[in-house]
T-cell receptor, first 111, second 120 residues
């Protein structure tokens, strides 16, 4: 089983739609979780951190379910500019800041 | 703004060549990382460093070495490039967890723009 798993997509949604991505992780001791955004041919950039049960930032909501070992990212009122790949990232709690990256979920928002 | 720069955006080398990829960050970060990113495999950690002259192997260190002589600079070295090292290489930096406000509050990793290396 992969340490961090995501549906690669692509998710094709119209502008204004609500879309959600899930990510599962294998290490139950993991404590810190992140969503990074990566635009085509660009570097990843932090979108949100998830430290407890969840986090909300404007149209974006990240939730953590420790019992089932998954985190989700919900995007409301999708914009064209939200088109990107969203990387689920988990800190494996190994005593150092080692992050494990999922392969990403691609989102395409169309007019 | 944190800035992480990498010496080249695109690089083409031949099999057997020695290749140097340079990364410089301007925010006085202790931690620096080298990843490679391949389709379907995501980002994989090659090496990291948490201080000058310190280095630790990541998940895929074979065929690579690193150098950190100065805090702001972290170099990735391919001793003898091979075709399976064709990839996107990303450098990142961050503050250590102790400065982030708690053991579980790991700081954001800031990435450079990447170097797309092709080995022929």
């Amino acid at each position: 089983r992969k340490e961090v798993e995501q549906d690669p997509g692509p998710f094709n949604v119209p502008e204004g739609a609500t879309v959600a991505f899930n990510c599962t992780y294998s290490n139950s001791a993991s404590q810190s979780f992140f969503w990074y955004r990566q635009d085509c041919r660009k570097e990843p950039k932090l979108l949100m951190s998830v430290y407890s049960s969840g986090n909300e930032d404007g149209r974006f909501t990240a939730q953590l379910n420790r019992a089932s070992q998954y985190i989700s990212l919900l995007i409301r009122d999708s914009k064209l500019s939200d088109s990107a790949t969203y990387l689920c990232v988990v800190n494996m709690n190994t005593g150092f800041q080692k992050l494990v990256f999922g392969t990403g979920t691609r989102l395409l928002v169309s007019p | 703004d944190v800035k992480v720069t990498q010496s080249s955006r695109y690089l083409v080398k031949r099999t057997g060549e020695k290749v140097f990829l340079e990364c410089v960050q301007d925010m006085d970060h202790e931690n620096m990382f080298w990843y490679r990113q391949d389709p379907g495999l995501g980002l994989r950690l090659i090496y990291f460093s948490y201080d000058v002259k310190m280095k630790e192997k990541g998940d895929i260190p074979e065929g690579y070495s690193v150098s950190r002589e100065k805090k702001e600079r972290f170099s990735l070295i391919l001793e003898s490039a091979s075709t399976n090292q064709t990839s996107m290489y990303l450098c990142a930096s961050s503050l250590p967890p102790v400065l982030a406000g708690g053991p579980n509050k790991y700081n954001e990793q800031f990435f450079g723009p990447g170097t797309r290396l092709t080995v022929l």
